[in-house]
């Protein structure tokens, strides 16, 4: 028997009620910014209701500060970070779960630990990591006595190669947020609910381990794929510390980084109000369709897999 308690859910529906409306408001204000004209937005109180200037304010937020060129480096780095960390991640969890190897276990919870730790603890050693990926070889050659015999049978320039950097590239974008030990747990207790007796069929067909991984634990694996999509995608395309980091040319600026600029391009006028909320409907727009289109599998992945 179900108990009524409609004060209860009164009290719900009007928490409900008020958290739609503090995530939307701020959303519904971006939208009516972005449709009047800046005296308009700038008057107290703003009007409430949609103007006339949209489509006029993000022609001109698209021209201002190359947002375009920008919108294409968020997806281009959304991408790569997504695809990066659902391949690396998958492989360190199959690797994990089905391979008997010293340190197996040590690895994993050194993967794990990394949960512990924020991006922002990691920020210094992994920015000059980037900046210079090879200097330990200059290092290595010279206490070795290798850098000339090396120049010499080959031809290279061993000093620029020791000096070359990642930063204003997309490979230092993507490659330094590739790791992910949230996707490789994530898929390592999924590994670990389907039967052994699997594993062995596919042994006793004479299945090699990626063709077990490909046409067994990859099929079982699409909902929770599609889910750490959605999520990954996300986390990719509203990346701020980063990028503000390891890019200094514009033409490598990431839109979110885009936008910020523009506020603080300067700061002795008042910021075009409404142009500015025009690009941050844009940029919000590309993740909101990846979630919109995958929503069905997101939610599937989250509570449910196939087995």
């Known amino acids: 028997m179900i108990e009524r308690t409609p004060w209860l859910d009164l009290v719900c529906h009007i928490l409900l009620i008020a958290g739609v409306v503090a995530v939307c408001l701020p959303l519904y204000y971006a939208l009516i910014a972005a449709t009047h004209t800046l005296p308009d937005v700038l008057q107290v109180p703003m009007p409430l209701t949609p103007g006339n200037e949209l489509w006029t304010n993000l022609k001109t937020a698209m021209a201002r500060g190359d947002l375009g060129r920008q919108l294409v480096n968020s997806l281009i780095v959304s991408v790569g970070v997504t ?10 969890a199959f690797a994990i779960t089905y391979f008997r190897f010293p340190f197996r276990m040590t690895a994993f919870w050194l993967i794990f630990a990394t949960l512990m730790l924020p ?37 290279w320039n061993v000093e620029a190669v020791v000096k070359w950097s990642l930063l204003d590239s997309y490979a230092g974008l993507i490659l330094p947020l590739m790791a992910s030990a949230t996707a490789t747990f ?28 490909i046409d067994v634990l990859w099929p079982m694996s699409r909902t ?3 889910a750490l999509t959605v999520i990954l995608f996300v986390f990719g395309w509203n990346q701020y510390l980063w990028p503000l980091l390891i890019t200094t040319e514009a033409s490598m600026t990431t839109a979110v980084i885009g936008l910020s600029k523009q506020i603080s391009a300067a700061p002795e006028a008042v910021p075009k109000w409404n142009t500015l909320m025009a690009g941050a409907l844009l940029i919000t727009l590309p993740p909101v369709m990846v979630v919109v289109a995958l ?13």
């Open 83 to 92: 695809v990066g960390k659902i391949a690396l991640s998958i492989l360190s």
């Open 119 to 155: 991006i922002e603890v990691r920020i210094v050693p992994t920015y000059a990591v980037a900046a210079h990926p090879l200097q330990g070889l200059g290092w290595l050659l010279d206490q070795t006595g290798l850098r000339g015999p090396l120049e010499s049978l080959t031809g």
């Open 186 to 213: 994530l898929f390592r207790q999924l590994f670990l609910t389907i039967p052994e007796e699997l594993l062995e069929a596919a042994k006793i067909d004479g299945a090699s381990p990626m063709r077990f991984l």
């Open 224 to 226: 929770n794929v599609v």
């Open 295 to 307: 929503q069905r599998w997101f939610v599937k992945g989250l509570v449910d897999s196939e087995k």
